[in-house]
């Protein structure tokens, strides 16, 4: 008993213990949650003087060297931020009282730090530059005399002032200093002319007001200053400044490039403008046997290449002169270099950085013009470029040379006559590798199995000009230094020559015949399959709606007929998608190619063959427009054809009806008349709908009359009793073959006609009428036809429009104001296409219509190359939709989510064959600016390139 009682209270003191200890435990853990907890969410307050290293920008974002520098330093202390707001009067007083904890971009000095703590790093390094409006100012280069009694701009009593007047001392300069508070009271006092120069850090946003840098007058490291209670804050600071350096030594350095770059206005001293209104136009020399920096193109004249953009962009970027250039072509680098020195030429573009080679030629090198990415291509199974390698070069590659003489002095270089010479003799074992850029290198790896080492060390071009010619030197590093960065290694990568490669174009110029008539039957067999399959669904449909109707007790059989005619229906909407995309495809490059060649022959005389290929042409729009009819009529059916109402004019319509048909009429004989008598012009409507129901009606009023008769038509405004709205009465009268009476009761039925193809020799597919009938109700109009066999027929149809407000066609006569090409002359486009023909068609109408193209094959390289490329490179995108790896639709959505926010908002047009309006919407839901269809129909793509540009210009 006693034993058992014993145990029992061993027990109950061990439970005792334990639960004692998971108290305590749980207490403590809660209370280091706590702790933690705590830690996290800290609030730190910061003094922000909203200048460069903590502002709002004009989308209420905030940005600064030291606001992004203070969030990643969050990332060590997992503070939260309060962002006091403060400036130069108030923000010591502030951080002393403790209304503030830390500020940035703070100046050591000893009587500060007696009142403040400072950070044991500094946060960064400021420099001071002095800034002015150079352009009305006579420069010098050897001193700043003409700064003397200027007016500077400075915040006073500070560091930044005590630089200055250092500044000053040194260089025997006195001038009245003028306190500024921040940049607004800058621009202010500029624009007031109260002061002439001023003292700023490096910062970006001055050259856009066309101010340039004088000099930089000094610099001095900057910290950030802790309240002096705060301790604590101090160490975890000090600790993940640290940590930040030693995780990632360079993220302050790269903040600096992204915040600080010394980005001005470049102008001419008064010794350069002597210079070149002494000397007059600068004289280029390059070399004939590189495409890539200068061409011309044959049919045009235009001159293309590197030479040519730098020419046409240094001419006007130096604010205060324009400059002008001569171009001298030679065949050989020895040639040029002499004609250097001999002052013949002014300057070499371009030559290879190895300033050995240009002191034993005697000449001097502008800063680097653009850089070149190299790639060794090599059967070598180890290639390392350090060891010692034969390289087989071309002769002309003078720049390359000095390069690699330079960059791999290890190498041995041995002369050839072409890039395949050079390959041949690394086949040969005569080299062991010869270097070429990226694109090119491609080439040689698919079609002779080397492979493609990229280089580490990037060739950099520059200018040659004469030693001592130093005027000269600083007026081309001025025009370099105004370019957009990277603008000339851009221009290299689009003007790059590459292997030649087989041109489908001249194939079919060569199987002219062959190729249209196997394309025509292809075209043929698919309208065939689509017709069978077109009736079929409806057999089908009519089969289910019957059974559905008289087997209502079946309800279980009625569900399975409704959901089999569903299914059919939508796998006839599904193909007749995808066929409407397929069928177009070809005939884009039917009619494409036809439009290139008419193009081509027009210049030469081949009359006879003109004419087979205009017949090849009507015969080409005959089977599209076929194409329309069958997909609109399939389309109607299905109940998917929806109204897209929008602004047009009715005299517009009219013109652009007759303009259709004009030249059809003139070549049958046939007078084409109308009267117009409508109070009201302005409507809105569905204006592709309204055009396709009188082409219709006009083309088979021209179509059955025969020479000599006529086609008229009335276009009157009726009373109409609703308020804000109109109605339109428009009769098409012909002198025609007229119809029946038998063949009226079916007139609006599809596939019939009062005669086939066989017996009447006009072709059709007996749909047209049927659209027109559709479109009409869909409009809520009416159609009345009257006829009469052998005298003619009267088509008479009634439709009622929306009238439209001032708004809308004063905007609109806005827009169309300018020419298109105008606007268009030298634009860049992104092509994004998969389809080679298609690509080269479109390349050679945009070319031909004077844009500038460049190709990519999905999406995703379309991604890549705006993201790559500097803003403003292109112009606008022509994108596909049907894209491998990624579609059209998904590539303009990446295109949008960009954080450049100029390249995120560069207009996109899809081009596409997926040609319905639903495709139109779904373009324009996911950010494109506008749609066309295939196959290409130049003026449309013109007018809707030149309306996009300049809506986004007006933005």
């Known amino acids: 008993m006693y034993k058992s009682r014993k145990k029992s209270d061993v027990l109950f003191a061990g439970i005792f213990v334990i639960l004692a200890m998971w108290m305590i435990l749980s207490v403590h853990c809660r209370a280091a949650e706590k702790n933690n907890d705590e830690k996290q969410s800290q609030i730190v307050r910061i003094g922000s003087f909203e200048d460069t290293f903590d502002y709002i920008d004009k989308n209420g974002v905030r940005r600064g060297y030291g606001y992004e520098l203070l969030q990643a330093l969050a990332g060590y202390t997992g503070w939260k931020f309060e962002y006091v707001k403060c400036d130069w009067s108030n923000c010591f007083d502030k951080l002393e009282n403790g209304e503030i904890d830390v500020m940035g971009d703070i100046s050591y000095t000893d009587e500060r730090a007696q009142r403040m703590l400072f950070s044991d790093e500094a946060m960064g390094e400021e420099k001071y530059i002095l800034y002015a409006d150079l352009s009305n100012m006579n420069i010098g280069t050897s001193d700043f005399k003409f700064m003397d009694g200027k007016r500077v701009g400075v915040l006073m009593d500070t560091k930044p002032e005590s630089m200055l007047t250092e500044w000053e001392n040194k260089n025997g300069i006195h001038t009245e200093h003028v306190n500024v508070n921040n940049n607004d009271d800058v621009e202010k006092k500029l624009a007031n002319h109260e002061i002439d120069a001023f003292v700023s850090l490096e910062e970006s946003i001055w050259s856009e007001q066309g101010i340039s840098s004088v000099t930089t007058i000094g610099k001095s490291g900057i910290y950030f200053t802790i309240n002096k209670e705060r301790s604590d804050i101090k160490t975890e600071l000090d600790y993940a400044m640290r940590k930040l350096d030693q995780d990632s030594p360079f993220f302050k350095a790269d903040l600096y490039k992204k915040y600080f770059t010394l980005d001005y206005s470049q102008v001419l001293t008064g010794e350069e403008k002597s210079w070149v209104e002494e000397h007059g136009n600068i004289r280029i020399g390059f070399l004939s046997n590189d495409p890539a920096v200068f061409s011309m193109e044959e049919e045009t004249g235009k001159l293309t290449g590197m030479l040519a953009e730098y020419v046409s962009y240094a001419k006007g970027c130096l604010g205060n002169q324009i400059l002008e250039f001569n171009i001298h072509e030679y065949n050989d680098y020895d040639e040029m270099i002499q004609a250097l020195q001999e002052h013949e030429i002014d300057m070499i573009f371009y030559a290879g950085r190895n300033p050995s080679f240009a002191e034993e030629k005697g000449y001097a090198l502008t800063n680097t013009a653009w850089t070149y990415s190299l790639m060794a291509v090599t059967d070598e199974e180890n290639f390392d470029e350090y060891n010692v390698y034969t390289v087989a070069v071309p002769k002309e590659k003078e720049a390359l040379k000095q390069h690699i003489a330079f960059s791999y002095p290890q190498w041995k270089l041995v002369d050839c006559d072409s890039l395949d010479d050079a390959a041949d003799m690394v086949l040969n074992e005569k080299a062991d590798c010869f ?15 080397f492979k493609s080492v990229p280089l580490t060390k990037t060739m950099e071009a520059c200018f040659a000009v004469r030693g001592g010619e130093g005027s000269l030197l600083s007026i081309l590093n001025k025009t370099l230094k105004a370019m957009p960065s990277d603008m000339l290694t851009s221009a290299l990568a689009i003007y790059d020559s590459t292997a030649d490669k087989v041109n489908f174009s001249d194939f079919v110029k060569d199987n002219m015949l062959a190729f249209f008539l196997a394309a025509g039957f292809s075209a043929f067999s698919i309208i065939v399959i689509i017709l069978v399959l077109l009736r079929k669904a409806r057999k089908a449909e009519t089969v289910a709606k019957l059974a559905a109707n008289n087997t209502q007790k079946l309800n279980n059989k009625l569900e399975i007929a409704l959901e089999k005619a569903e299914d059919a229906s939508l796998a006839k909407t599904r193909f007749l998608n995808n066929m409407s995309h397929d069928i177009r495809t070809p005939m884009n490059v039917i009619l494409g190619y036809a439009q290139l060649m008419e193009n081509e022959l027009k210049e030469k005389d081949m009359p006879e063959t003109l004419e087979h290929l205009e017949k090849l042409q009507q015969s080409g729009n005959l089977l599209l427009s076929i194409i329309n009819n069958v997909l609109d009529m399939a389309r109607i059916e299905s109940g998917r054809m929806e109204l897209d109402e929008n602004y047009c004019r009715i005299e517009d319509v009219r013109k652009s009806l007759f303009a259709v048909f004009d030249e059809k009429a003139r070549k049958k004989n046939i007078a084409l008349h109308y009267t117009m008598n409508v109070e009201h012009e302005h409507v809105l409507t569905d204006v592709t709908k309204v055009k396709e129901i009188f082409v219709n009606i006009l083309s088979n009023a021209i179509k059955y009359t025969p020479s000599g008769g006529s086609v008229m038509m009335n276009v009157d405004e009726l009373p109409c009793d609703k308020p804000g709205y109109m109605i339109v009465r428009n009769r098409v009268s012909d002198t025609g073959i007229g119809m029946s009476q038998d063949y009226m009761t079916k007139i609006f039925d599809a596939f019939t006609r009062e005669q086939n193809t066989t017996k009447s020799k006009i072709a059709g597919t007996g749909l047209g009428m049927s659209i027109v009938r559709k479109y009409v109700d869909l409009l809520g109009g009416t159609i009345d036809v009257e006829s009469e066999l052998g005298k003619g027929s009267t088509i008479t149809v009634t439709l009622k429009h929306k009238i439209a407000d001032e708004s809308y066609y004063v905007k609109k006569h806005i827009e169309e104001s300018g020419t298109g090409s105008e606007i268009l002359e030298g634009r860049n486009i992104l092509l994004a296409e998969d389809n080679d023909l298609n690509a080269e068609i479109a390349e050679a109408i945009l070319e031909r219509a004077g844009l500038k193209t460049e190709r990519v094959e999905d999406g995703i390289q379309c991604v890549n190359m705006i993201e790559k490329m500097p803003a403003g490179t ?79 210009e007006n933005c």
């Open 874 to 952: 292109y112009d606008m995108i022509l994108m596909d939709i049907q894209m491998p790896k990624m579609n059209g639709y998904k590539a303009t959505q990446a295109i949008r989510r960009l954080p450049d926010k100029d390249k995120a908002c560069i207009p996109i047009i899809a081009m596409t064959a997926n040609a319905f309006e639903e495709d139109k919407r779904d373009a324009l839901a996911v950010g494109m600016n506008g749609h066309i269809a295939k196959p290409i129909e130049l003026d449309k793509l013109l007018s809707m390139l030149a309306e996009v540009i300049r809506q986004q």
């Open 435 to 449: 270097l070429m850029g990226a694109s090119q290198a491609m080439i040689y790896d698919n079609s002779r199995n």
